[in-house]
Nanobody, 117 residues
Framework: QVQLVQSGGGLVQPGGSLRLSCAAS????????MRWYRQAPGKQRVVVAS???????NYEDFVKGRFTISRDNAKNTLYLQMNSLEPGDTAVYYC???????????WGQGTQVTVSS
């Protein structure tokens, strides 16, 4: 059974950093792409960043230059390094992976990130 298990998150002051992890039960390279989403209270879930099997990354403008998506293939783990955090980054963060042929989408359980002084 395919699973994505998240860890990390928590409470951090503005300007601080956090790293989220998302461990896949199988080979992380089976997924293409993998993404991080977030959902703030009362708002829709939105994409934050994505990475393809080939390592191509893409970021939404609101995190560009502050967040970094990466992948450790040996550990089958996806990461989101979040720097210069702002109160507006407060949300539940979800990892997402797509297995192609046929397309199947999998989600992590979500982890809360709160940026507050």
């Amino acid at each position: 059974q395919v699973q994505l298990v998240q860890s990390g998150g928590g409470l951090v002051q503005p300007g601080g950093s956090l790293r989220l992890s998302c461990a896949a039960s199988g080979s992380i390279l089976d997924f293409n792409p993998m993404r991080w989403y977030r959902q703030a209270p009362g708002k829709q879930r939105v994409v934050v960043a994505s990475i393809t099997r080939g390592g191509f990354t893409n970021y939404e403008d609101f995190v560009k230059g502050r967040f970094t998506i990466s992948r450790d293939n040996a550990k089958n783990t996806l990461y989101l390094q979040m720097n210069s955090l702002e109160p507006g980054d407060t949300a539940v963060y979800y990892c997402n992976g797509v297995l192609p042929r046929p397309p199947q989408e999998f989600w992590g359980q979500g982890t809360q990130v709160t940026v507050s002084s």
